[in-house]
């Protein structure tokens, strides 16, 4: 490649004047100084980041990678220190032999190759990125240094092909390969980075020539790094051990669970196997301690809903109070609050839980286990010769489930549940769906809790915009006035995302006698009559109130509250 400069190649490909270029370089000179050329031409806006890569790629052919949707190998780290990739905003993406594929914002900076050829000892062959997409993915690579020294010398360990459908006699090389010192600091490096990340879930994938590792953060999926193939059998099988489970075992999904501590939070890890074509994609939900955490503020109530919640839950011994959404949109946490606030020596307070998520002290949590017959059905009705006060049934799905729990709660019981439905309506119809008799529902509901969650805009990059009209009519605002949004810009808090943590939003049905009349005679016009007039407040009203105090922003909540998936 020839090194050309900047400014020339620009002009004599037309992008921009020969005006435009004195100008920058003006600029550069003045108020600018220090700046690099093509940084002084994005932020004056004479180009765009785009047509600056567009041109670099046309006239010298240097290639463009987009690190967004490019998981650099973590051992990456090792091959160019962290301060030069900072410094030069480079980052390494593979070596072939001898030649090190270096991703640049300004491939045309020589004096940066020339400093990480002898870094490196390395021929550079540039390939150009983007500056936000630069940042994030220098963020990413020496996060996970922990891990890329673990693979490395799990590398120099490893010696030949390692199957991943092992015969029998292999299984003990195998352990101890997954007893290994580097394979444990890799296994305790991805857990400790899905800590720090708040991730829910890890998946670790086998693919065809690599092992994708990715996390599921603020309910995203996201690619973390990968591992090299030939370390995927002692990884999983390091996680299987710590599972307990079976190591010989690689034809059918398996489970397991261990107790794990790292920085000074005890976690809960359910790990899970599936045989897929291309050997065990391993799951790891990481599960808290409810202690601390899942507090009323901490889900998202706030001012009414607050207030309508402790009433539901305090003012009630009897009846039912179910929670209803989507997958995802956050039901058990609330739940959990719940369970946890009503929790006190006095009551003799069961769960019936799939999955277990958290531990709560003091209270008989029973994991659901239907292929060994213990049903929520079964469950319930062994829960009811236990003398209980309060019951969480983790979910109601058949008609049989739900006839239990709602004869249950006319008998001196207060029973808490979830429905996997879209609002406070569409639940009522469910239970009729599935053969409750209308007056049972009536004669036991004592209210309903729909919810979405919304993610929280980072609040490092958070920035005030005046909304279109389309944004302002989604939320039903009135069009005579000025109104002031937020969203996130994207900063290295955040990943780029804009947001940072989530919250719930709710909308609260209380039934009063009007309601449970509509439902006992199987009114529908009553009934949505009977909703709107007993004062009740919709979910995309609440979240208006959030969208204005910058809390969340419009397309968030128009990607939550819209999702009418069940
Ligand atoms: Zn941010």
Redesign the pocket.
Known sequence: MKYWRLGDLLVSSGVITEEQLELALRMQKEEMQGKRLGTVLIESGIITENQLIETLQMQLGVEFIDLNNTAIPPEMAQVLPKNIAKKHMVIPIKVVRNELYLAMVDPLNFITIEEVQSATRKKVIPVIATTAAMERAVLNLYSNEGAARAIEEMKKDNVGEVSFEPQKDSVAHIEDDANSAPTIRLVNSIIERAVTEQASDVHIEPREDEVMVRMRIDGMMRNVFTVPKELQSSVISRLKIMGNMDISQHRIPLDGRCNVRIRQQDIDLRISTLPTIYGEKTVLRLLKKAEGLLTMEGIGLRGENMELFQKLIHNNTEGVILIVGPTGSGKSSTMYTMVKDLNNEEVNLITLEDPVEYNINGVNQVQINEKAGLTFANALRAVLRQDPDIIGVGEIRDGETAEIALRAAMTGHLVLSTIHTNDAKSSIDRLLGIGVEPYLIAGSVKGIISQRLVRR??????TAYTPDETETKFLKLPSNKNYTFYR?????????????GRMAVFEILVFNSDIKRAISTNDPVALEKAIADSGFTPILENCRELVLDGVTSAKEVSRAVSRTDY
């Open positions: 805009i980072c609040p490092r990059c958070k996130g810009q994207g900063c290295s808090d955040c990943f780029y995302t804009g947001y940072r």
